[in-house]
């Protein structure tokens, strides 16, 4: 696989990429075209590792165009000609949660294996090899059961493997609705109905029937990990149960943090503390844990986080979207923590996209350039996606690691031009529509732009989304 490549993080040409199996087993630069094998297919362009997707709520791609909340598109809408005053100005990320939730409850297994089989073929044409399923959609309609427990949980490793893609399965532990002033907790209604398991005894109980070995591995292309869906939904004392369960197999544990100001309000008035001191004073930081978003962060809460090791999923396209803010990325890399990128609630599908955002959001708010070179940015897009997500041999372009690689044109109108430093070419300007080939441990996915399981993922992504809403 003669063409420029990113083996690790070092950049080298004419890159001769062997495999066998689902492994490298040899990268080495500069090979003369005389000497490559005639059968070794051949990919012009910049061929980087796969990109991780550290997280993922399938289902929300359902709500893109769908809901009320876009300010810039409401105006045109509602038929009030070029101005873009026609927004909903009371729309926050709570009233979003309140249409997401409409979405939730429409769903059973077979239009969920439809939506996500779609929304896995997407990431893979925007180069994405492993994605982090952030799921608690774990229950029927009222909370009731279905007759294995974890069928909804299948249906995602499935619909993974039909869409060529890797997953963590992230079974997210959820048991209350919010905390009162004296830390009692809010019971589940409505929807939540379905995300809950009563206590976080019989959650464990539910995700030790999955069926996973020693290592957490479900599928040879899927593992489990766990979830605290965050402090909101989970007590302080129940969080050692969900430790326990990610400890007894390695498996990695997220969770969602700080996301809004309002949960800091909350978490502080029932206990006394930042959503971060919390997870940390009940043992839930360390190397195997990520948190996500981590917006709203004390100095405290950053050192807590950067000491840990503990991982960052950033998600800047969705937190923009949603009007979360923007989190303090550069001081958690300072600190210790290495970041992740995840495409959260499915706003965009392009994870090359929330790289660049994770720098340019900081522009926005320091008016100063430079907090991230192009060398750190695919790192996150890559090997630090795949550790969080359980998967530490993969994210690099070495012998030994998942044959996984993603090859972006570099002839496009974005790109044209910026070959002296094509890294920081792609990173600057580079979208999921310049991706051209995409492995995913060995096997093609995606070839010349076209996904080859999945034969037209547009129109199946409209019939999926479809199916939800009507």
Do not use: K
Not at 77 to 96: K, V
Not at 411 to 432: E, I, K, W
Request: proline share 6%; hydrophobic share 45%; net charge negative.
């Amino acid at each position: 696989m003669p063409g420029a490549a990113a083996p690790g993080l070092g950049l080298g040409r004419d890159v001769l990429i062997e495999a066998r199996g689902m492994r490298f087993t040899a990268v080495t630069p500069d090979v003369p075209a005389a000497q490559v094998p005639p059968d070794t297919v051949r990919l012009p362009g910049l061929t980087l590792p796969g990109l991780a997707n550290a997280h993922s709520h399938a289902f929300h791609r359902a709500l893109r165009g769908n809901v009320a909340g876009a300010g810039i598109t409401a105006g045109f809408a509602a038929g009030a000609g070029t101005g873009f005053g026609g927004g909903q100005q009371d729309d926050t990320f709570w009233t979003w949660r309140e249409q997401m939730y409409a979405v939730a409850e429409r769903l059973d297994p077979d239009r969920y294996f439809a939506l996500a089989r779609a929304v896995y073929a997407e990431m893979a044409l925007a180069g994405i090899t492993c994605v982090g399923e952030f799921h608690y959609l774990h229950h029927g309609p009222g909370g009731t059961r279905y007759s294995d427990q974890n069928e909804m949980g299948r249906v995602l490793i499935a619909a993974a493997a039909a869409a060529g893609l890797r997953i963590t399965l992230l079974d997210a532990c959820y048991l209350a609705g919010g905390f009162t002033a004296g830390g009692e907790p809010v019971p589940l209604a409505g929807v939540q109905l379905r995300f809950g398991d009563g206590t976080a005894h019989d959650w464990a109980e539910r995700v030790s029937g999955f069926g996973y070995d020693d290592l957490g591995m479900a599928a040879p292309h899927a593992r489990v990990g766990a979830a605290i869906h965050s402090v909101r939904a989970v007590h302080p004392d129940a969080v050692p149960v969900v430790m326990a369960l990610s400890h007894a197999h390695g498996a990695p544990v997220h969770a969602h943090l700080s996301e809004q100001p309002l949960e800091n309000h909350e978490c502080r008035a029932a206990f006394g503390a930042t959503p971060a001191e919390v997870l940390y004073d009940a043992g839930a930081l360390g190397p195997r844990t990520t948190l996500v978003h981590a917006t709203h962060l004390t100095e405290r809460d950053i050192e807590l986080l950067g000491g840990s090791l503990s991982t960052v999923c950033m998600c800047p396209l969705t937190e923009a979207d949603l009007a979360d803010g923007v989190g303090p990325a550069p001081a958690l890399a300072a600190a210790g923590s290495p970041l992740a990128l995840g495409s959260d609630g499915q706003s965009v599908i392009d994870l090359i996209d929330e790289a660049r955002w994770l720098e340019l959001s900081q522009r926005l708010i320091t008016r100063r350039r430079g907090h991230f070179s192009a060398a750190q940015l695919a790192a996150a897009a890559t090997a630090s996606g795949h550790a969080c997500l359980g998967w530490p041999d993969a994210g690099e372009i070495v012998p030994g690691a998942h044959a996984d690689l993603v090859t972006i044109s570099l002839d496009s109108p974005r790109l044209a031009g910026g070959g002296r430093d094509p890294v920081a070419a792609v990173f600057a300007a580079g979208t999921a529509a310049d991706v051209r080939h995409v492995v995913v441990s060995g096997a093609d996915v995606v070839r010349d732009g076209r996904h080859q399981l999945v034969d037209d993922v547009p129109r199946e992504l409209a019939a999926a989304i479809g199916a939800v809403l009507t």
